[in-house]
């Protein structure tokens, strides 16, 4: 079952249960939540989190949302209370799980749990830098060898534009080509990337707190965009406006469905790791596109580039008076600004060699034949730099498969068992229903 039709399947499992027919429902108590939401951001993905928690409260306590406001401030604070610790008990993160006790504070109080009668339940605690899960923000050198790992050109195109414009996972596969089409053609070597409300069109989270901002591209990542771009005109003649920028690749729908769907943000995070991993990050399994957020913001930190203009760039509301009198309209001066940022210092001496191997290991992700390899070593041998040799990499790439090898074939259940196989050398194939992986040596 793909991500997108199981997300599909959930949202009718809690709109069916609280009777929702958009931001309205026919319980009372929901109603007064929504409508608390609805005069403050009406984002989709609070409507769904508050929503889901809800559902899943009331089936633990085994009561309909117009039941539990009739209840006791205290039989209502001892439910909460228990259900928060049953979440924790499950092992869920401490933030999920306080997260999961605001939003029924929420609840209760807009239904009249204020004052005297507010909930009396506990927090967790969590520390100020507090993760569950690992991270590691990759270096520029380690994003620039990613890119150069990841086996594509839009996959490398992806990752740039991810660091060099600090968009979210959400948002960069939110873009539509109409969103950067002048620019683009109009041959600018920094371009810049509108972020709106109406991106949640494609995904709810891609616009967060429904805060209009620009970033921008720099002259690698737009490079990056252009090749991919003239390749996927190759591949469909064409290319709408309304199109994602980064479209599927996606074998389980059709070619033509493939260029109006963008990449899933499971994909996107899959790819990232295994670009990692091919990049020879160490700590490639924790390694994210919201870590190449991190970088951006970090590179930003270390060029120079004033507070304000950082925290803009990155979508962030400046603190206190400070957000209403910062000039947005100053598009001009904000690319000359944000040109003097040097995203890649490393790419002066990033030696032709490595970047010869990243070429010749990307071939043999392709399937290239040990023949075909071995034509390709003799075009980077004679050829003045790899950017030379990209034209001939090109063509071979055109030619007739290689004879197919007997290769080994299976097929493995859920995420770690697949994790487990790539680090012996197994190579993923093809993505099955019900969490089940193709893999080959």
């Not at 600090?166 to 041959?187: H, K, P, W």
Request: with cysteine; net charge positive; aromatic share 10%.
């Amino acid at each position: 079952m793909g991500v997108h039709v199981l997300c599909l399947r959930i949202m009718k499992i809690w709109e069916q249960f609280l009777k929702l027919d958009g931001w309205h429902s026919e319980y009372p108590s929901v109603e007064r939540v929504l409508r608390h939401y609805a005069r403050r951001v009406k984002s989709e993905k609070t409507r769904a989190n508050f929503s889901m928690i809800l559902m899943n409260f009331c089936k633990f306590a085994e009561k309909n949302p117009d039941d539990l406001v009739r209840l006791s401030v205290k039989e209502a604070s001892r439910l909460c209370q228990a259900y928060t610790d049953s979440l924790k008990d499950k092992n869920y993160s401490i933030r999920y799980v306080n997260g999961c006790q605001a939003y029924l504070r929420t609840f209760f109080k807009e239904n009249d749990f204020e004052g005297s009668k507010a909930l009396k339940t506990e927090h967790y605690y969590q520390p100020s830098r507090y993760r569950k899960k690992p991270e590691y923000i990759p270096t520029p050198e380690e994003v620039y060898k990613m890119g150069y790992a990841s086996g594509s050109s839009k996959n490398r195109a992806m990752i740039f534009a991810v660091y060099t414009a600090g968009l979210r996972n959400s948002t960069v596969r939110a873009i539509r080509i109409g969103d950067v089409r002048e620019e683009l053609e109009n041959g600018l070597n920094v371009v810049k990337v509108t972020v709106y409300p109406e991106m949640k069109e494609v995904d709810p989270n891609a616009c967060k707190g429904n805060v209009p901002y620009y970033s921008f591209i720099d002259s690698t990542t737009v490079k990056a965009v252009r090749e991919y771009l003239e390749e996927r005109k190759e591949r469909f003649g064409s290319i709408d406006d309304r199109e994602p920028l980064f479209c599927s690749d996606s074998n389980k729908i059709p070619l033509e469905t493939q260029r109006r769907t963008p990449v899933s943000s499971n994909g996107f995070e899959r790819m990232v790791k295994a670009s990692a991993k091919r990049a020879g990050v160490k700590k490639w399994k924790d390694v994210t596109p919201h870590c190449l957020r991190k970088t951006f913001e970090s590179t930003l930190r270390n060029s120079g580039l004033d507070v304000k203009d950082q925290e803009f760039l990155m979508g962030h509301i400046l603190p206190g008076s400070q957000d209403p009198y910062y000039d947005k309209t100053k598009v001009e001066d904000l690319r000359r600004k944000y040109a003097s940022v040097n995203f890649f210092p490393q790419t002066g001496f990033i030696s032709e060699e490595i970047r010869k191997r990243q070429l010749i290991d990307t071939a043999r992700l392709l399937g290239f034949g040990d023949e075909r390899i071995r034509r390709l070593e003799e075009v980077l041998a004679r050829a003045k730099n790899v950017d030379e040799a990209i034209d001939e990499f090109k063509k071979l790439q055109e030619e007739p498969e290689d004879p197919p090898k007997p290769n080994s074939v299976k097929i493995v259940r859920g995420e770690k068992e697949l994790i487990k196989h790539l680090e012996q050398g197994w190579r993923l194939i093809k993505e099955l229903n019900h969490d089940k992986y193709v893999i080959t040596h």
